[in-house]
C-alpha cells in the first residue's frame, strides 16, 4: 500500500508525461535516421549508394543533354535504413534527424532529394568527366600535395599516361 | 439537427486502422501513437474504433499483398462516405522494399484513393501524429 502511495504521489508531482507535440517542441533522440540530404560537390558519383540502397530509392543517371549526372532520391520508397551514408566513401550523402515526413498525396512524386553534378573537362584532353571532389583525396592521400591535386584534375586516361608514361 | 451533428463530428473523426499485409513494424509504431501516454493520439479527438461502420479516417499499411487485397478492398468499402485515407510507411506508397515482387499487388493508391502519405520505415510517432493533423484538416473540408 506505501510503496503505491509513494508511485502515486510521485506522479502527482512530476505532472503529466505527454508529449506536447503538435501542439508544442518533441524530443529528438541523437542518431536518429530522418530525411536525407545529399551533397553534389562531394558525390564522385562511384554509385555505391544506388547499389546498397535497400528500398531503390536511389538513381544516378545522366541528363539528356549530357552536361552532368543528376542523383535523385526519393523518399516515399527509400527505408531510411542507412546503408548510404555507411558506404558513401566521401560522405556526401548524409540522413539528417528531421522526421517530418507527412504529406498530401498531390506531393507524393515531388518528395525527392535532388542533385546535379556537372561534368568538367579534363585539364589535358578536354573530355567531360566528374569533376574529383577533394574529400575523395583526403580519404586516399595523407597529405594532398600539388602533384596530386594537378593530376586530379585529368581524366582516367590522360592520368594514366602521366603516371606511367 | 443536422447542423449540430457536423459541427461537432468535426472534432472527433475516429480512426480505424488497416493491415494490408504490413510487417507489424508500422502496426506497432501505431499501437505506440494510440495507447503510450507520452504520444497520446486521442489529444487530437481521435478514437480508434473496432468496426469500420464507425470510421473516419483511414490509417494502412502494409504492401496490399495479392492475397489480401480483396479483403482490403471488401473492408474499404465499407467504410462510409466520407473518408480520408492515410497511408503509413513506405509499404502501401510505394511497395518499399517489396517493391516488384510478384506476391505484392500495390502501390496501394492504384486501388483506394490516399489523401496523405506518412512514408518511414516505420515513421516515428511524432510523423504519424504529423499526417493524422494533416488527414484532420482534409476531414474538415469533407463534411
Known sequence: M??????????????PSTDTYPYGETFVPKGLRGKIKYNAKACVACRMCEHVCAGGAIQIREV??????????????????????????TKAIRLTEDYHTAHRQEDKYRYVEKGFIKYVPCASCG????????????????NVNKDIERLSKLCSKCRKEKVCG | MKKLLQKIAKKSPWLYRINAGSCNGCDVELATTACIPRYDVER??????????????????????????????????????????????????????FRDSYAITGPIDNFIPVDVNVPGCPPRPQAIIDGIVEAIKIWETRL
Do not use: Q
Open chain 1, 127 to 142: 573530355t567531360p568527366m566528374v569533376p574529383t571532389a577533394p574529400e575523395l583525396l583526403n580519404v586516399a592521400y595523407d
Open chain 2, 44 to 97: 487530437l479527438g481521435c478514437k480508434y474504433c473496432g468496426s469500420p461502420k464507425h470510421a473516419d479516417i483511414v490509417l494502412i499499411t502494409g504492401p496490399l499483398t495479392a492475397r489480401v487485397k480483396e479483403k482490403v478492398l471488401r473492408l474499404y468499402d465499407e467504410i462510409p462516405d466520407p473518408k480520408v485515407t492515410v497511408a503509413i510507411g513506405v509499404c502501401p506508397i510505394s511497395g518499399g522494399v
Open chain 1, 2 to 15: 506505501s510503496s503505491f502511495l509513494k508511485i502515486a504521489i510521485r506522479n502527482l508531482l512530476k505532472g
Open chain 1, 64 to 89: 539528356s543533354d549530357k552536361s552532368g549526372l543528376e542523383f535523385i532520391l526519393w523518399h516515399n520508397t527509400c527505408a531510411f535504413c542507412g546503408l548510404c551514408e555507411h558506404y558513401c566513401p
